[in-house]
């Protein structure tokens, strides 16, 4: 079973920042240091060991810490750093791998005597590279412990890496640059471990540690010439007979650095011999797909799941990208929203020049729109004649400075999402056309990760519509309301300024302006508070209705040429629900009856007594009038908020709050209308009774 790449454990990755300071002390290391037990075990043997147990037995930290010295703590730190994740990798029992350790150990020794001897600011930084530099074949072998045997314990040289190249389609030191690339260290070391193989030539002006790594390399490589040594030495500024002295001295300190941290440097035993071969073809394709699977599908998903934002995930996916196939630029192109075009995003270095692009997906001759309409992997290059190249695939060119381009069309669940856009250099068009599938992988890891992100943005984006919809719903709800007694509020007032003027009785006028400024402040409060209490409680809707009808007859809201009647038995029916919203309900029926009878006539709200429906018991009330009538275009669509047929100050909101809030008394309502007039029956639950009082319905 394919291995998971390891990541640095963070305490590590803390220590190894602290030791490429030259400010760094020991009591900075010792706070560090105190989180990693194993790093605390191992900093007390060394400091208990024959090399430092001179004045006695180091019995804490800090006092093993003053033993060793700031030197040796950051040597000891950066090997037991590498060796956790050496030992995560490795299987136990699987192999000797001290012969391993050992030319990492050396590598990393030679490349810290380099660059001390050139002058480099960081050594240690250097010999942690030296360490690493071939941290992916040890990764290689933990995924494919049998077909990679051979090769593991093979000389590492270049006949290695084109032997990985023809059987796994990528090479150990691409695998070791990605997997270091994951730590995010503040380093070049990613790219030290990258280009160790790489000709001299083009690392002539690269930078210090990319050279430093090479030449460790290439002096711990038997299979190296003196003149190919020489060459090597000269990135570094080296004469042969300095690399000799440097050759002299790294053996030397790596066998006293050996016993004082208690390394086991034998070499290994002789490498097994090359596993029984089975079918070429089914050999090469389990191999590949075993990396891929543990380079693509483990730590891509993982990489891009850990992006905050569609910015840091566009960002990881084209870095990557330029990364992993050695791509000159990238960049990605998302659908818009009318998914017919292929718009810039803004983020890259290039954001600004692709800001303003678009890409139709219809455009004739477009490698890139057919590409993403065809969902594959396509190529085009600057060859190409003039009529087969769009124009933007040839500003692209310009824009990576490239003569070939390479489409990576995002998509997921059927749904076309993007594409990625790369350019690179003809010479290294073969090695791409070998890793299609390679490609095709990295294109489907990065869609799932966009098209998760893009489905998360939907969810937000629509929980943020509903709610405001809502509110906007609720706002103009409570306009509605807040009018009804306000309504009632000025009409009083009207009433209370001509009896003070006449120098009549005021009464009860008073009491009902503040009773209907209080239901102004409950309507306000509901708005406001979303989750609004419930009010509970027994209410009399026969007193209800007698109050609202009473508000109508006497605050003078009706025509005179209408008559407002009220027709209630003289008895009394309870129901579970508050006073507020039976005058809710029943003034907004009055009042759209009002409305609707400009002319004149009689409204009537009125009660048939109890009613027995499916087993519930009721009490059926209704509001009549002898208006012209409801169209049958209007009662097909009654209770719905609609814009209202009455002009200006009517919000269509009346019938469709009063059907919410008989809902909510668990009631029902409907309408029957003709030329002649309109009647509402509402059925509202009677409250629950006593046993006595069941009884008497009996």
């Given amino acids: 079973m394919a291995a998971r790449l390891p990541s640095m454990p963070q305490t590590l990755l803390k220590l190894m920042e602290q030791c490429q300071s030259e400010e760094v002390g020991v009591a900075d290391l010792s706070r560090l240091i105190a989180q990693d037990t194993a790093m605390t075990a191992k900093m007390l043997a060394v400091a208990n060991s024959s090399a430092y147990h001179r004045n006695g037995p180091s019995n804490g930290l800090d006092q093993a810490l003053q033993a060793i010295g700031t030197e040796m703590i950051k040597t000891i730190v950066i090997n037991e750093s590498v060796s956790q994740i050496f030992d995560k990798l490795s299987q136990s029992g699987s192999a000797d791998l001290r012969g391993f350790w050992s030319h990492s150990v050396q590598s990393g020794m030679t490349a810290k005597v380099i660059a001390l ?248 001759g477009s490698v890139i729109a057919e590409a993403v309409r065809e969902r594959r992997v396509m190529f085009t290059n600057v060859q190409q004649a003039g009529e087969e190249m769009g124009v933007f695939e040839e500003q692209l060119l310009r824009l990576f400075n490239t003569d070939q381009l390479a489409c990576l069309p995002l998509h997921a669940d059927g749904v076309s999402l993007g594409v990625i856009l790369a350019g690179f250099m003809a010479w290294q068009a073969d090695d791409l056309g070998k890793r299609e599938s390679f490609l095709k992988t990295f294109s489907s890891q990065a869609s799932i990760a966009l098209r998760t992100l893009l489905n998360e943005k939907d969810e937000a984006d629509n929980m943020v519509e509903n709610l405001s919809r809502n509110y906007r719903e609720a706002s103009r709800k409570v306009a509605h309301e807040v009018n009804n007694p306000l309504s009632i509020i000025k009409n009083y007032l009207g009433i209370l300024d001509r009896k003070l003027l006449n120098r009549e009785v005021v009464s009860g006028e008073v009491t009902i302006l503040n009773e209907e400024i209080d239901r102004v402040g409950k309507i306000i409060d509901e708005f406001v508070d979303v989750n609004v209490v419930e009010q509970s409680g027994k209410t009399d809707i026969s007193r209800v209705v007698g109050e609202v009808v009473r508000l109508f007859q006497q605050a003078e809201f009706a025509s005179p040429l209408v008559k407002i009647e009220n027709r209630m038995l003289d008895e009394s029916f309870e129901i579970d629900g508050s006073a507020d919203t039976l005058k809710q309900i029943f003034m907004n029926l009055i009042k759209n009856a009002l409305e609707a009878m400009s002319g004149g006539g009689v409204i009537e709200v009125g009660s048939h007594g109890l009613v027995n429906r499916d087993g519930v018991l009721y009490v059926e009330t209704w509001v009549k009038d002898t208006g012209p009538g409801i169209s049958p275009e209007v009662m097909a669509k009654l209770f719905s908020p609609v814009k209202s047929s009455k002009g200006k100050g009517h919000s269509g909101l009346g019938l469709n709050i009063v059907h919410g809030l008989v809902k909510k008394l668990q009631g029902l309502i409907s309408c029957r209308s003709t030329k002649q007039g309109t009647t509402f029956e509402i059925l509202l639950p009677v409250a629950q009774r006593t046993e006595h009082d069941s009884v008497a319905y009996s």
């Avoid at 093979?154 to 190249?165: G, I, M, T, Y």
């Avoid at 990258?194 to 001299?200: K, R, T, V």
């Avoid at 990881?316 to 990238?330: P, Q």
């Fill in 117 to 364: 001897r050139i002058g480099y600011s960081n050594p240690e930084e250097a010999y942690l590279a030296g360490l690493l530099h071939d941290v992916g074949r040890l990764a290689l072998f933990a995924i494919l412990p049998k077909e990679y045997a051979f090769n593991f314990f093979a000389p590492d040289d270049d006949n290695l890496c084109a032997v990985e190249e023809r059987t796994l389609q990528t090479t150990h030191a691409e695998v070791g640059s990605w997997l270091i690339e994951q730590w995010s260290l503040d380093s070049f070391i990613a790219d030290s471990v990258l280009y160790h193989h790489e000709a001299p030539a083009r690392l002539e002006k690269a930078h210090p540690l990319i050279r430093i790594t090479y030449l460790a390399h290439a002096l711990n490589s038997s299979a190296l010439t003196d003149a190919q040594l020489e060459k090597a030495g000269a990135l570094c500024g080296l004469k042969l007979s300095d690399l000799n002295d440097i050759r002299g001295r790294v053996t030397d300190q790596v066998k006293k650095s050996a016993q004082q941290l208690d390394i086991d440097l034998e070499e290994e035993v002789q490498p097994p011999a090359p596993v029984a071969p089975v079918a070429k073809d089914v050999t090469k394709d389990k191999m590949i797909e075993q990396v891929r699977g543990m380079v693509l599908a483990s730590e891509l998903g993982r990489s891009f799941s850990r992006q905050q934002g569609e910015s840091g995930l566009l960002e990881t996916i084209a870095k990557s990208a330029r990364i992993l196939f050695h791509f000159d630029g990238a960049v990605i192109l998302l659908m818009n929203g009318t998914r017919d075009a292929l718009v810039g995003s803004r983020v890259g270095e290039h954001r600004l020049r692709l800001a303003d692009f678009s890409l139709p997906l219809d455009t004739d």
